[in-house]
T-cell receptor, first 116, second 113 residues
Framework: ETGVTQTPRHLVMGMTNKKSLKCEQHLGHNAMYWYKQSAKKPLELMFVYSLEERVENNSVPSRFSPECPNSSHLFLHLHTLQPEDSALYLC???????????????FGPGTRLTVT | GENVEQHPSTLSVQEGDSAVIKCTYSDSASNYFPWYKQELGKRPQLIID?????GEKKDQRIAVTLNKTAKHFSLHITETQPEDSAVYFCAASKIQGAQKLVFGQGTRLTINP
């Protein structure tokens, strides 16, 4: 596998379920991101991890819980979601360079989540 | 915080014509402005970016211009081709270790043969 991969690609869950989304990057990057993409809304940054430390949490409800066990893996744990949480969840990674900031963000293919 | 507005939301042009998409941002401290292209059912991919120490950048048929004073930047695509049909997103952030991009709403560009 190359680039950024995400599993599962599609997920249907009830409001009382607990599930996890997984992201893996094979690019040697040191920063990882979770985005939410809904119809007719811009890409919304949810969480940012730099060197496995969370550096941003954009007022995301606590029913979304991220985890970054190492620089190659990122998880998004989901519980008691609402129907309005149905969306495409995209993971991305980038490489921060001293004095230059982070380079291009490489996106994964996304997980299409439907909450019933 | 930063707010990015993008216009138009949809754009239809004849093949071979030029397309222009415009974005404005609110935070004068933002200094990095990438453009991403997302084809139907695919992931967003960076097509060009510009930093605030540069007013214009060009890569073949694609160019981006930046007006720091007015806080707006634009994407220009010349000699459009059918494969340019996609949704284009602008974004803004500060140059930092982990880029906290704020995206515009997207423009759906359709190239008519």
């Amino acid at each position: 596998e190359t680039g950024v991969t995400q599993t599962p690609r599609h997920l249907v869950m009830g409001m009382t379920n607990k599930k996890s989304l997984k992201c893996e990057q094979h690019l040697g990057h040191n920063a990882m991101y979770w985005y939410k993409q809904s119809a007719k809304k811009p890409l919304e940054l949810m969480f940012v991890y730099s060197l496995e430390e969370r550096v941003e949490n954009n007022s995301v409800p606590s029913r979304f819980s991220p985890e970054c066990p190492n620089s190659s893996h990122l998880f998004l744990h989901l519980h008691t979601l609402q129907p309005e949480d149905s969306a495409l969840y995209l993971c991305a990674s980038s490489q921060a360079r001293p004095g230059q900031g982070a380079g291009e963000q490489y996106f994964g293919p996304g997980t299409r989540l439907t909450v019933t | 915080g930063e707010n990015v507005e993008q216009h138009p939301s949809t754009l239809s042009v004849q093949e071979g014509d030029s397309a222009v998409i415009k974005c404005t941002y609110s935070d004068s401290a933002s200094n990095y402005f990438p453009w991403y292209k997302q084809e139907l059912g695919k992931r967003p991919q960076l097509i060009i970016d510009i930093r605030s120490n540069v007013g214009e950048k060009k890569d073949q048929r694609i160019a981006v211009t930046l007006n720091k004073t007015a806080k707006h930047f634009s994407l220009h695509i010349t000699e459009t081709q059918p494969e340019d049909s996609a949704v284009y997103f602008c974004a803004a952030s500060k140059i930092q270790g982990a880029q906290k991009l704020v995206f515009g709403q997207g423009t759906r560009l359709t190239i008519n043969p």
